[in-house]
C-alpha cells in the first residue's frame, strides 16, 4: 500500500498548586507560576471571574489590581475582568464564550497570553473551551473555587460546554498551563458546595484506594462542621488520585474506557433531568449510590459493604434518591436509561460503566441489566425514605 | 511550595494514502484504513463535502452510497452527505460549523464514528475543527482534493477558523485520523489550483531540501502541461518532508517559532487585504518572493540564487506581486507591515521569522527592517512589470 506513516509524542506537564490568599500582596505563588517571557512586553492576563463566587470576595478585583501593580515587570493586567455567570448557565449559553474570544481579540490576548478563570468547575469549564479555541490556544490557568473543581475537574484536561441539551457535546481535551487552588476561597461556600465535590473523592476512592475511603470515613464529622484542615488532606489526595489516574491512563480518551466516571452515567442524566436542580457533585453521590446498589445486586459486593457506603453518603448529607429518577418517557420508558446510551454515544464504540468489583477496587462491564436498574432505583427509593424520616 | 506536578506524554499515529479512484468499488483501501469496531454495530461515517468539488465530480455522491452498500458489514453511511461551500468563504461564516455539528447531534455520530471531510484546504479546515470539538473529538479522515491540500495543510494537525476577520482566530491542534489523497482528484482541478499548492513545495525546499528544489525547477514544463506523474512526485515528497518537520519539531506550537511559514507571514495579510481574491498558494508564492528578495538584500543569498527562485515561481505562472501590497492605512503605514504583528500575535511570544540563510536552508530572525521590506516590495513590484510586460 502506498502510505506515509506519521507518529509523534507530545509530552505535557503543568502543576496544581495550593495555597491560601493566592492575590495577598506577599504570596509570591502566582508571580512564581509565571516562567521568565520572551520579547520585548510582559504577558498579558485576562481574568474571567465567577460572578456567584465573585459576591462572596467583593474585594478579588481590587486585590488582583494591587497583585499586578505590584509585579508589573512581569505581568500585565489585560483590562477589566470579565465577569461571567456561575454553574451551568455558563456552559448552557453560547454569550459567555462569545464575550471572552471578543476580549481576546480586543485584548490581543495571544498564546503566549494568559486567561486565567476564578471560579466553580462550569466556569473553569466554559472559559477553558474559549481560551482551547482562540489562537488555537491561549494558555489557561485555573483557579478553582469549589471542592469539586479543586479535587476533580479543575485538575483533569477536560473543558467543555452543553448544546443540543446535552452535557458537554462541544469541547476539547487540553491540559491547564497551571492549577492554582486556593484553600481559603471554600471558607465562602455554601453548605451545599462545600459538601457536593466530596462525593467525587469516595468515587475515586472507592474504585481505586481503600485506605482513602478509610479517610474519608473517619473524617465525616469533621467535613461536617466545615474543618478546613480535613477538607485540605481529601482534596489534596483526591487531586492526587486523579492526576495520577490520567496521566498512567489513557487522557484524552481515544478508548471506550472512562473509570473515573464510576456513578457518572446515571448524574449526567439526573442533572438534566432536574434542570440541574441537583449540582453535579449531590448528582454524583446519587449516581454512585445507585452503582453501589446494582453492584451490591449483582453479588459483587457484601451487604456490610453496601450499607457502610451508603451510610456515609447520606451521613455527610447527600440525598441517596430524587424523585426524577423515576420519571419516564411517553412509552413508559425510564428516562434514566436512556442515561445509559447518552453516555456509550458521548464517549463512543463500546459501552462500559464502571462497577466494584469490591471495596476499593472498579471493574468494568460493557452490558447493565435493566431490570436490575429498576430493582435498585426502588430499593434507594426506599432507603432514602428511611434515612429522610 | 506546595505543589503536585503532572506530567505524561501522548503517542499520535496516522496514515497518509495515496492512491486513485478512492471509491471505485475495488479499491479496497478505504475499507482497508478503518480498523474492525468493536460493540454491536458497525460505526457511522458522516461526510462534508466541498460544493465546487462536487460540481466536477457529480457521480461522487451516488459513488460513495455504492461503495458503503458493497461494505455495509463494516461501515455505515450516517445520511446524506453535508455540501458546504469551498475556499475561504467555508471558514468565514459559522453557518457551515452550525449545520455539521447539528448533523453529528441528528446522526448520533459519536466518538468511535467518521468525519470524512473531502475537499479543499478551507473545507477540510472548518470540518475539521468542527470534528475536534464534537463530544471532544469524532475521528476525522481527511480526502484533500488540491494540490495545496494534499502536500500541506491537508498532512498536517491544525483546523480552524476564521473570526473578528482574522485567519484562523479560532481553531485547534488535532492530528487526523488518517489521510487519503486521491490523486485522479487532482485532473479536475482548474490550473490556477493545480499550480498554487506548488508554492507550499517551494517555500519547503527552499529551506530544508536542495536536492527537491531542483527536482521542482527541472520539472516546471511537466507541471505546467499538467503531467500527473510529476505532480504526483512533488506532492508526496512535500507531504514527506511536512510531517518529518512536525513529528521532529514542536507539532503543537508551544514555541514561538514557525518554519514552516516561511513566506507567510505577508501572504496571510495579502489574502485578507485582497478579500480572498488571492488564493493561499498563490499569496505564498508571492510572500515567498517578498522573503526571498529581503534575504538578497541582507546578503544571505547572491543575487544569481534570488534570480533563480523569482524565475521558478513565474515560471510555474505565478504572479511575484500585487497592487494591494502597496496600500496603506489612514495614517500613511503599510497595511502589509501589520501583518508582522499579527503573524506575531498569532502564535505569540517573540517574533519569530524564518528568512535565508542560503538555498536550501533556512534561518530564524527575530526582527525585520521595514525601510527593507519596503525596498523588497518596489523591486518586485519592478520585477513583476518586468515579466507581465
Known amino acids: ?43 498579558s492576563f485576562l481574568f474571567v471571574i465567577d460572578e456567584g463566587f465573585l459576591h462572596h470576595h467583593p474585594n478579588l478585583v481590587q486585590q488582583i489590581r494591587g497583585y499586578f501593580a505590584a509585579h508589573d515587570a512581569k505581568m500585565t493586567l489585560a483590562g477589566a475582568p470579565i465577569i461571567v455567570e456561575g454553574g451551568e448557565n455558563a456552559k448552557n449559553e453560547t454569550k459567555w464564550i462569545d464575550n471572552i474570544l471578543s476580549k481576546v481579540n480586543q485584548m490581543k490576548i495571544d498564546r503566549h497570553s494568559y486567561i486565567v478563570a476564578i471560579g466553580g468547575g462550569a466556569v473553569l469549564d466554559m472559559a477553558g473551551f474559549a481560551a482551547a479555541m482562540a489562537h488555537r490556544g491561549v494558555r489557561l490557568i485555573r483557579v478553582p473555587t469549589t471542592v469539586l473543581s479543586q479535587n476533580d475537574s479543575g485538575v483533569g484536561v477536560k473543558n467543555g460546554v452543553n448544546a443540543f441539551g446535552k452535557k458537554n457535546f462541544l469541547g476539547t481535551f487540553e491540559p491547564p498551563f497551571a492549577v492554582i487552588n486556593d484553600l481559603q476561597f471554600l471558607t465562602t461556600l455554601e453548605d451545599r458546595d462545600w459538601r457536593s465535590g466530596i462525593s467525587e473523592a469516595i468515587k475515586v476512592a472507592l474504585i481505586k484506594d481503600l485506605d482513602f475511603f478509610h479517610e474519608i470515613e473517619e473524617n465525616v464529622e469533621a467535613y461536617n462542621r466545615r474543618d478546613l484542615k480535613a477538607m485540605t488532606s481529601l482534596i489534596k489526595h483526591c487531586a492526587k488520585l486523579h492526576l495520577d489516574h490520567i496521566a498512567g491512563g489513557d487522557p484524552f480518551e481515544k478508548g471506550s474506557s472512562r473509570p473515573l466516571d464510576f456513578g457518572h452515567w446515571a448524574a449526567h442524566k439526573l442533572e438534566q433531568l432536574t434542570d440541574y436542580r441537583i449540582r453535579h457533585g449531590e448528582a454524583v453521590a446519587i449516581g454512585i449510590a445507585l452503582d453501589v446498589t446494582y453492584s451490591l445486586l449483582k453479588g459483587n459486593i457484601s451487604e456490610e459493604n453496601w450499607s457502610r457506603i451508603l451510610q456515609l453518603i447520606s451521613g455527610l448529607g447527600f440525598d441517596l434518591y430524587a424523585p426524577e429518577l423515576h420519571a419516564t418517557t411517553e412509552d413508559g420508558t425510564l428516562q434514566v436509561l436512556k442515561g445509559l446510551e447518552e453516555f456509550r454515544e458521548h464517549l463512543g464504540g463500546e459501552l462500559t460503566i464502571m462497577l466494584l468489583e469490591e471495596l476499593g477496587k472498579g471493574v468494568e462491564v460493557h452490558e447493565m441489566d435493566h431490570e436490575l436498574i429498576v430493582e435498585s432505583l426502588n430499593i434507594l427509593e426506599r432507603q432514602h425514605a428511611k434515612v429522610t424520616v
Chains 1, 2 share one sequence.
Open 1 to 43: 500500500m502506498d502510505k506515509l506513516e506519521q507518529k509523534f509524542q507530545v509530552e505535557f506537564t503543568f502543576n496544581v498548586y495550593f495555597t491560601h490568599h493566592l492575590f495577598a500582596i506577599d504570596n509570591p505563588l502566582f508571580r512564581e507560576a509565571i516562567p521568565p517571557f520572551q520579547g520585548s512586553n510582559p504577558p
